[in-house]
């Protein structure tokens, strides 16, 4: 069997090429630039706009697991234009290679599509996939961690420092990206308890995890307590004008990422829990964030 990815380059495609590889799954990905570093994987160069690199993504392979999306931008409009019109056209491209299994990452975000432009951009695409026809997959995963993570990076280094800075209180379900690279090749075989359904997987912790419970087992992670003060919303989007001047594109702290930060319940639902027999989470979250720690110290990232 081989399987067809989007986003190979980023950081979930990469954990998922890394479990493929210790599986021997034979595998195609799409990236704008090609990496040199990976030799077992069939590389087409292209984006999600180019259908000619759609066509040859698809063509003669099994199974498509889409990951690649855009996860934050300054421009609200972008996520329109990656995350619904890119996934139509692969899904245009899936159908037309005539294959019938669909995986698609999509985020927790989905539930309310109010709070964001890009959890607006998320239910949209997951619209498209739910009426494709194919036999698809939806996983909408929570907090994702580990390893190349740069979007938990400001919360890893301020923990280091002894204050991290949280939004309102709230909950929200954690995973770390070993975990959700192996549920993603778990459900590549299209049994019937997972076609046609949508999943939020989490780490097994049932209710998820505080803000503050997070920011302490970060702390834990570099062997320090933390002090985790909440902000206020109107102190968080000051925060993220102050970002946007000082980072400019690369902004980690948006408007439309403080309106679903703010949200209180990001916890992952019983009901749309994977079946055990399918995948079971492997990774404990304090260990996972330990682990974290230490690759990221041995990068230079601390």
Known sequence: MTVAITGGTGFVGQAVLDVMAEKGIPVRA???TVPTDRNEVEWIAGSLSDRDALGSLTKGVDVVIHIAG???TPDPAQFEIANVTGTAALIDATKAADIKR?????????????????????LAAEKLVEASGLEWTIVRPPGVYGPRDVDYLDMFKAARLGVVPLPPGGASSMIHVD????LLIALVSPSPKIRRKVFEPDDGREGGWSHKEMAAAIGDAFGRRVLAPHLPKSVLLGAAKI??????DKAKLTADRVGYMCHPNWVS???????????MPAIATPEGLKSTVDWYRQKGWL
Request: hydrophobic share 40%; charged share 30%.
């Open 243 to 248: 970002d946007r001047l000082i980072r400019r």
């Open 70 to 72: 855009l996860t934050n």
């Open 102 to 122: 669909f995986i698609f990452v999509s985020s927790l975000s989905a539930r309310k599509p109010d709070l964001s432009a890009y959890g607006a951009s998320k």
């Open 179 to 182: 975990d959700l690279a192996s």
């Open 269 to 279: 639902r019983s009901d749309r829990a994977i079946p055990p027999e399918v995948w």
């Open 30 to 32: 799409l990236a704008r």
